[in-house]
Protein backbone atom coordinates (compact mmCIF):
# COMPACT_ATOMS: atom_id res chain seq x y z
CA UNK A 1 0.00 0.00 0.00
CA UNK A 2 1.82 3.33 -0.76
CA UNK A 3 0.33 6.71 0.49
CA UNK A 4 -0.07 9.86 -1.76
CA UNK A 5 2.76 11.79 -0.42
CA UNK A 6 1.30 15.06 -2.34
CA UNK A 7 -1.82 14.59 -0.47
CA UNK A 8 -0.28 14.71 2.55
CA UNK A 9 0.67 18.34 2.29
CA UNK A 10 4.33 16.99 2.54
CA UNK A 11 6.62 18.77 -0.02
CA UNK A 12 7.15 17.07 -3.48
CA UNK A 13 10.88 16.83 -4.27
CA UNK A 14 11.16 16.59 -8.48
CA UNK A 15 13.97 14.33 -10.08
CA UNK A 16 15.54 18.12 -10.96
CA UNK A 17 15.78 18.74 -6.95
CA UNK A 18 13.43 21.11 -7.13
CA UNK A 19 10.32 21.88 -4.21
CA UNK A 20 7.09 22.06 -4.86
CA UNK A 21 4.41 22.12 -2.53
CA UNK A 22 1.22 20.54 -2.75
CA UNK A 23 -2.03 22.64 -3.20
CA UNK A 24 -3.10 21.83 0.24
CA UNK A 25 0.06 23.48 2.15
CA UNK A 26 0.50 26.11 -0.20
CA UNK A 27 -2.90 27.51 1.25
CA UNK A 28 -1.11 27.65 4.35
CA UNK A 29 1.00 30.77 3.32
CA UNK A 30 -0.28 33.73 1.70
CA UNK A 31 1.32 35.25 -1.79
CA UNK A 32 4.60 36.32 0.24
CA UNK A 33 5.41 33.05 1.75
CA UNK A 34 3.94 34.49 5.56
CA UNK A 35 2.09 31.93 7.09
CA UNK A 36 -1.99 32.67 7.03
CA UNK A 37 -2.87 32.03 10.70
CA UNK A 38 -6.18 31.34 10.62
CA UNK A 39 -5.54 28.39 8.45
CA UNK A 40 -2.32 27.33 10.31
CA UNK A 41 -4.68 27.47 13.47
CA UNK A 42 -7.78 24.76 11.82
CA UNK A 43 -5.77 22.27 10.21
CA UNK A 44 -5.85 18.58 11.65
CA UNK A 45 -2.82 17.15 13.20
CA UNK A 46 -2.74 13.11 13.30
CA UNK A 47 -0.16 11.17 15.30
CA UNK A 48 1.01 7.99 13.91
CA UNK A 49 2.08 4.89 16.58
CA UNK A 50 3.06 1.64 15.60
CA UNK A 51 2.82 -1.07 18.36
CA UNK A 52 4.78 -4.46 18.87
CA UNK A 53 4.90 -5.60 22.14
CA UNK A 54 5.46 -2.04 23.55
CA UNK A 55 4.35 -2.65 27.20
CA UNK A 56 4.36 0.24 29.49
CA UNK A 57 6.35 2.63 26.89
CA UNK A 58 3.61 2.52 23.85
CA UNK A 59 0.97 3.80 26.30
CA UNK A 60 3.58 5.96 28.01
CA UNK A 61 4.21 7.38 24.36
CA UNK A 62 0.34 7.76 23.69
CA UNK A 63 0.02 10.04 26.87
CA UNK A 64 2.02 12.03 25.59
CA UNK A 65 0.74 12.59 22.42
CA UNK A 66 -2.68 13.21 24.19
CA UNK A 67 -0.85 15.67 26.47
CA UNK A 68 -0.24 17.73 23.60
CA UNK A 69 -3.09 18.26 23.34
CA UNK A 70 -4.60 15.74 20.40
CA UNK A 71 -7.66 14.91 20.49
CA UNK A 72 -7.49 10.80 21.16
CA UNK A 73 -9.92 9.99 17.76
CA UNK A 74 -6.16 11.79 16.24
CA UNK A 75 -3.94 9.55 17.84
CA UNK A 76 -3.54 6.32 15.97
CA UNK A 77 -2.58 3.08 16.98
CA UNK A 78 -1.76 0.54 14.79
CA UNK A 79 -1.04 -2.89 16.42
CA UNK A 80 1.16 -5.55 14.41
CA UNK A 81 -0.31 -8.49 16.36
CA UNK A 82 1.32 -7.82 19.73
CA UNK A 83 1.45 -11.01 21.83
CA UNK A 84 1.19 -8.82 24.85
CA UNK A 85 -1.56 -6.94 26.52
CA UNK A 86 -0.17 -3.71 25.53
CA UNK A 87 -3.16 -2.85 22.47
CA UNK A 88 -5.84 -4.20 24.99
CA UNK A 89 -4.80 -1.53 27.66
CA UNK A 90 -4.10 1.10 25.30
CA UNK A 91 -7.88 0.89 24.43
CA UNK A 92 -9.02 0.58 27.84
CA UNK A 93 -6.71 3.29 29.15
CA UNK A 94 -7.57 5.85 26.44
CA UNK A 95 -11.32 5.90 25.27
CA UNK A 96 -11.10 7.00 21.84
CA UNK A 97 -7.75 6.12 20.78
CA UNK A 98 -8.04 5.83 17.24
CA UNK A 99 -6.44 1.49 16.77
CA UNK A 100 -5.96 -0.43 13.82
CA UNK A 101 -5.20 -4.06 14.56
CA UNK A 102 -3.58 -6.40 12.11
CA UNK A 103 -3.65 -10.14 12.64
CA UNK A 104 0.09 -10.16 11.93
CA UNK A 105 3.65 -8.00 12.30
CA UNK A 106 3.09 -6.74 8.58
CA UNK A 107 6.39 -4.52 9.16
CA UNK A 108 7.20 -0.88 10.21
CA UNK A 109 6.70 0.40 6.72
CA UNK A 110 3.50 -1.14 6.31
CA UNK A 111 1.67 0.16 9.68
CA UNK A 112 2.99 3.15 9.18
CA UNK A 113 1.50 3.38 5.92
CA UNK A 114 -2.22 2.02 7.41
CA UNK A 115 -2.01 4.49 9.89
CA UNK A 116 -1.05 7.32 7.21
CA UNK A 117 -3.62 6.11 4.79
CA UNK A 118 -6.42 6.73 7.86
CA UNK A 119 -4.93 9.69 8.57
CA UNK A 120 -5.71 11.00 4.99
CA UNK A 121 -8.84 9.45 4.59
CA UNK A 122 -9.97 11.31 8.38
CA UNK A 123 -9.36 14.62 6.72
CA UNK A 124 -5.46 15.01 8.27
CA UNK A 125 -2.87 17.66 6.94
CA UNK A 126 -0.24 16.73 9.08
CA UNK A 127 1.42 13.49 10.03
CA UNK A 128 3.75 12.90 12.76
CA UNK A 129 5.60 9.52 12.88
CA UNK A 130 6.47 8.42 16.43
CA UNK A 131 8.37 5.18 17.77
CA UNK A 132 5.95 3.60 20.19
CA UNK A 133 8.93 4.14 22.52
CA UNK A 134 8.82 7.99 22.39
CA UNK A 135 7.78 9.95 24.76
CA UNK A 136 7.08 14.15 23.61
CA UNK A 137 7.86 16.70 26.25
CA UNK A 138 4.90 18.80 26.74
CA UNK A 139 4.65 21.42 23.76
CA UNK A 140 6.49 19.22 21.14
CA UNK A 141 3.99 19.61 18.19
CA UNK A 142 3.93 23.70 19.15
CA UNK A 143 7.38 23.40 18.89
CA UNK A 144 7.36 21.61 15.42
CA UNK A 145 4.51 23.75 13.93
CA UNK A 146 5.95 26.85 14.80
CA UNK A 147 8.82 25.73 12.82
CA UNK A 148 6.83 24.80 10.13
CA UNK A 149 5.26 27.71 9.83
CA UNK A 150 8.26 29.98 9.97
CA UNK A 151 9.18 28.87 6.53
CA UNK A 152 6.88 28.18 3.02
CA UNK A 153 10.10 26.40 2.40
CA UNK A 154 9.71 23.56 4.80
CA UNK A 155 7.20 20.73 4.39
CA UNK A 156 8.89 18.14 6.80
CA UNK A 157 9.92 19.06 10.62
CA UNK A 158 10.84 16.25 12.98
CA UNK A 159 12.32 16.47 16.87
CA UNK A 160 15.44 15.94 17.85
CA UNK A 161 15.17 12.36 19.55
CA UNK A 162 17.19 12.23 23.17
CA UNK A 163 17.57 9.09 25.25
CA UNK A 164 15.10 9.42 27.97
CA UNK A 165 17.64 8.45 30.55
CA UNK A 166 20.07 10.53 29.69
CA UNK A 167 19.32 13.29 27.38
CA UNK A 168 22.65 14.74 27.32
CA UNK A 169 23.81 11.34 25.24
Same mark, same amino acid.
Given at each position: ?????? @?? @? %?? $????????Q??? =??? =???? %??????? %??F?? =? !?????????? *???A? $?????????????? *?????? /????? /????? !???????????? +?????????????????? #? $??? *????????????? #?? %????????? +????????????????? !?? /??? +?
Open positions: KTVNVE @GV @G %EL $LLRSTGEVRSR =RTA =RLYD %ENGKLNE %ETAL =R !RIHAIVVNWG *GGQA $LDCVRSLLDQPLPP *GNVIFV /DNASS /DDSCE !RAIEQFPGLTVI +RNDSNLGYGYANNQGIQH #A $LDQ *GAELVFLVNNDVV #AP %EGTLDILLQ +RLGTDPNLGVVGPRVLY !RD /DPG +R
